[in-house]
């Protein structure tokens, strides 16, 4: 079974703190992992993406952070602001015939001010 | 236009009932992608179209679903018979193409799927 786990549910921060969110995959076959941002009434966009032969990648304040041997991958958002507060999905694919992505549950962020 | 376009934005039917979904891609994006969300669910995938290829329909919930792309610009997602369970955001999302070469997605806003 193809899955992608995601956690937590939902979480809630303050503005400037730190917020984590974590996935984990079964597959080893995935070799992309991007993260989408879906803000209410709005399909989801690409938020950061990361292939499994990087550790670590940084684009601002936006993180993933990928343990290949772990099969787990999260995203970090430092200096939470409230236009951070989004439903966040983690994926993941490995391309091929179709580029299929299998979607996280989702996290719902509340940045408090 | 500049982004995916999906319509209609929100559609109410009654169970048995067909609905007909649409989704205008960005142009020039040969690959085209559905997905059903659930509420508080993630995203499903459905069926993906690329170029002239044989769609790959493996998402497909039941043969109640088909979709259709006429060659490279708007899809068709219809249900029929709907049931109480098809209610969701029906979510569009196209790419530039290439198999497994761009995998980034621009989504549509979706159509909220409501069947009495």
């Known amino acids: 079974q193809q899955q992608v786990k995601q956690s937590p549910q939902s979480l809630i921060v303050q503005k400037g703190g730190i917020s984590i969110i974590n996935c984990a995959y079964e597959n080893t076959a995935f070799d992309y992992f991007p993260w989408y941002q879906q803000f209410p009434g709005k399909g989801p966009a690409l938020l950061i993406a990361i292939r499994p032969d990087v550790s670590e990648k940084k684009e601002g304040r936006f993180t993933i952070s990928f343990n290949k041997s772990a099969k787990q991958f999260s995203l970090h958002i430092m200096d939470s602001q409230p236009g951070d507060s989004a439903t966040y999905f983690c994926a993941a694919s490995y391309g091929g015939a179709t580029n299929k992505l299998i979607f996280g549950t989702g996290t719902l962020l509340a940045v408090q001010p | 236009g500049a982004g995916v376009s999906q319509s209609p934005s929100n559609k109410v039917t009654e169970k048995g009932k067909d609905v007909e979904l649409r989704c205008d891609p960005i142009?020039?994006?040969?690959?085209l992608y559905w997905y059903r969300q659930r509420l508080g669910q993630g995203l499903e995938f459905l069926i993906y179209?690329?170029?002239?290829?044989?769609?790959?329909k493996s998402g497909l919930p039941s043969d109640r679903f088909s979709a259709e792309r006429t060659g490279e610009s708007v899809s068709t997602l219809t249900i029929q018979r709907t049931q109480q369970e098809d209610s969701a955001v029906y979510l569009c999302a196209s790419s530039p193409g290439g198999r497994g070469l761009n995998e980034k997605l621009f989504f549509g806003s979706g159509t909220q799927l409501s069947v009495l």
């Open positions: 179209f690329q170029g002239n290829s044989a769609p790959d």
């Open positions: 142009s020039g994006h040969t690959a």
